[in-house]
């Protein structure tokens, strides 16, 4: 059979009843024996107009770079002409962050696409100023919707004139929130304009034991898309941080000691003047509420002339709290791995087979953006880390940050403070 009736016995298995999951397989068969060909699948899905698939949906997901702006620009050319297609547009949508300078040629489309499938991240700080005055006269004395739909392009622009703008078309001056929001979604200090991300990630590649671990209690195509997927497995290791452990700090609540989640040169992916950083937290706080891990509050940690973390003065001891068991994270050698692009860097958490497990690079935020502040100097942390939940700790279980979220890290590198809190959906 040759690989274009493959494709087209394969889209018609998706259109069958109850065929998605035998579909899915077949593309999974399919990737491996010839990821090019997944290419072709998803330009012939779109030209057919196939509905809504998670066997697409993953093939989308697994396109090889190298394939990835010609089906990039078939689908920018059919949104751009009319086919608002959820396949079209979704993978309009991937190109700004995929192929970014594909969408340069038509914002107002750009913008049109942004009303169908979410378009964020630094692609907005590439608006040119004349668009984003054009668009600002025009929303003056339209309907609130275009206003609305102006809105978010205009903030993740991180033009203070733009950002400006938008509050009044929406009457919301509310401030400190506005000025949270605003950095949250710009990803730019208010005032100063510093970046407070890098501009690349380097992902988290496990090792084999941790990842068996991981995919423990997956299915099996749940494993094999994850296997598959190029953040668990493609990129070159670009520097090696270590995992797991105890530390000599304790927990300024409980007591307990601190649990390393990695110590890394922070220098190669932000502002820091050590050497080496050692990033840690209490495992061993009792869950609070339907947090799920330690208080649901951010906790801070000052950091020694070693790296190492020990309890901030903000963190008050409760006798109540001293737990009665602990763990700990298992102990490895991580290597941090660079990915060509920004497409799996992606702005928004979307839970499925990608590794959001990194350092650096821009946050993927589960909820709004929230950058922490320092408690000492009060200025804007800078994002240094995720972790996504499934975590292998040394009693057999995966931790879980508030049930099931992600672990966000910050650094004030003039104060040497850390600080994390967690974010779920």
Sequence with gaps: MTCTAAI?????????????????????DLSERDPAALSTLLILAMKARVERSGM???????????????????????????????????????????????????????????????????????????????????ARGASSSVAGLLGLPLEMSGVVEFQDAVCDLSGSRDEPWATIGREGLSGLEVGSGRALHGARGLHLRFTAQLQRLQLAESTSVEGRLQRLHPTWKDGDA????????????????????LQRLLELELALIGPCTLSMVTLGICLDCPDNGESGWCHGDPVYFRHDARGLPYAHETQVFDPRACPETSTSLLGADIDLVELPGRFWQPPSYVDGWQNY???????????????????????????????????????????????????????CDHCRISGHYSQYS
């Design 238 to 257: 670009k520097a090696v941080a270590h995992m797991g452990g105890r530390l000599e700090g304790r927990c300024g609540i409980c007591g307990s000691p």
């Design 357 to 411: 497990s990194r350092v650096g690079g821009l946050p993927s935020w589960i909820q709004s953006g929230l950058y922490l502040a320092c408690p000492d100097c009060c200025r804007t942390m800078f994002f240094v880390m995720q972790l996504d939940s499934r975590i292998p700790l040394d009693d057999g279980f995966l931790m879980q940050w508030m049930n099931g979220g992600m672990l966000y890290t910050f650094w």
């Design 8 to 28: 087209q016995e394969l889209l018609e298995m998706a259109r069958m009843p109850g065929g998605s999951d035998r579909a899915l397989v077949a593309m999974l």
């Design 56 to 138: 697409l949906r993953a093939a989308a997901e697994l396109l090889p770079d190298n394939s990835a702006t010609e089906v990039c620009r078939f689908a920018w050319s059919e949104f751009k002409s009319g086919n608002s297609h959820w396949l079209a547009a979704e993978i309009a949508a991937q190109a700004a962050y995929r192929v970014p300078g594909l969408l340069h040629d038509d914002w107002d489309a750009v913008l049109r696409l942004s009303a169908h499938e979410p378009v964020e991240g630094p692609f907005w700080r590439e608006l040119p100023i004349e668009v984003g005055r054009r668009w600002i006269q025009e």
